[in-house]
């Protein structure tokens, strides 16, 4: 058990992180160690900026695939309109009766 605990704790993702914009931005505004305290929220803006312009560029892609493909708008439906009969009750809330 105590070995298995290790290699889940070594496997992490946590390992896996890309830091380049980190020490991009470190090296943008000459970041010298912890005591240097001036610089920290501007290190900071730069790496939210810089990540934010990678998710942006991320969710423009997929929207313009979406509105390509309309299809892919509804869960199941992933094929072009004709080639799947949709259920007409699909998306309604389902009624129960007793018998």
Same mark, same amino acid.
């Given at each position: 058990m105590r070995y298995f605990l290790l290699i889940l704790f070594l496997t992490t993702p946590a390992f896996a992180v890309d830091n380049s914009i980190i020490k991009k931005c470190q $090296?943008? @505004?000459? @970041? /010298?160690? +912890? /005591?240097?305290? &001036?610089?920290?929220?501007?290190?900071?803006?730069?790496? $939210?900026? !810089? &990540? /934010?312009?990678? &998710?942006? !560029?991320?969710?423009?892609? +997929?929207w313009e695939l979406v509105k390509a493909n309309p299809h892919y708008r509804y869960p199941g439906i992933a094929l072009p309109a004709g080639q799947q009969k949709i259920d007409p009750s699909w998306g309604l809330g389902k009624s129960w009766r007793v018998k």
């Open positions: $090296v943008e @505004y000459n @970041y /010298n160690g +912890l /005591n240097d305290t &001036k610089t920290w929220s501007d290190i900071a803006t730069c790496i $939210v900026t !810089a &990540k /934010n312009k990678i &998710k942006f !560029a991320e969710e423009d892609r +997929l």
